[in-house]
């Protein structure tokens, strides 16, 4: 069904002409959170055309499959433990590279590309190149991987506030740092991205100024065939999350909107 849906879309593109390729151009495309389904239809026009795609390590081969049999696919994904911002510096000179070489160029990120994927930076260096660029923004992990856990993270009776929140802030970053204990005080929900390295310090940060007893999500693979859920407290998620072998990535949602998912669960 999902193919049949991907074909229409493409021969509706073709026809009419949307989507269609921008020699020089860069696009800046958000793959959403997970499988080829949850894909904006804008960003399946756009690969569909596409000369050159730059990707990630974690987006879905049946997303990579809608790109042109002679378009090139260059993996540039980012494993722990590499030098992260030699490897973007890389990204930069190969989107402006092939851009100038004439090519529709798309770099295909996971979830939003301007929700801590360094889509931003991205987009400065194509402006300072000249380079024209367009963004297509994608469904974000933040609201969608607690969706598919049955978990809304606003409800009208228990949540009307919401902070998403990285777990792995830039130690190079230059100003006011991420104050969780502060931000997790202020909202009703709390969720936190990238941040299973890091949970053990963030958990105790939040602690601060949270009761132990507050529910905890933490969601991994999230919105495919692999995601689970653990459930539990803020004091006994660290201990869960190593007893599970929890392994990135995984979303960690914070609060008592937690509560609904056993009546909301749906995917699972």
Known sequence: MVQKALNLIKDNAMKEGRGGRMAGTVYIVGSGPGTVDLLTLKAAMILFKANLVLFDRLIDKKILSLCPENAELIDVGKIP??????????????MVKYSKEGKMVVRLKGGDPFLFGRGGEEAEKLSEEGIPFEVVPGVTSAIAVPAFAGIPVTHRK???????????????KEGKRIDLAKI??????????????KLEGNIKTVLKKRAGDTPVALIESGC???QRTIISTL??????????????????????????????????
């Not at 909202?187 to 299973?196: A, C, H, P, Y």
């Not at 979303?251 to 009546?263: F, S, Y």
Request: proline share 4%; charged share 30%; glycine share 6%.
């Open 184 to 197: 997790s005080e202020a909202v009703d929900t709390l969720v936190i991205l990238m941040g299973v390295g």
């Open 81 to 94: 433990g590499e030098n992260q911002d030699e490897k973007q510096n890389r990204i930069h000179e190969l």
């Open 235 to 268: 004091k006994n998620i660290v201990d869960d999350a190593k007893k599970a072998k929890v392994k990135p990535p995984a979303v960690l949602v914070i609060g008592d909107v937690v509560k609904l998912r056993e009546a909301l669960k749906w995917y699972e």
């Open 158 to 172: 228990i949540s009307s506030s919401l902070a998403i929140v990285t777990g792995h802030e830039d130690p190079k």
């Open 224 to 226: 495919t065939e692999k």
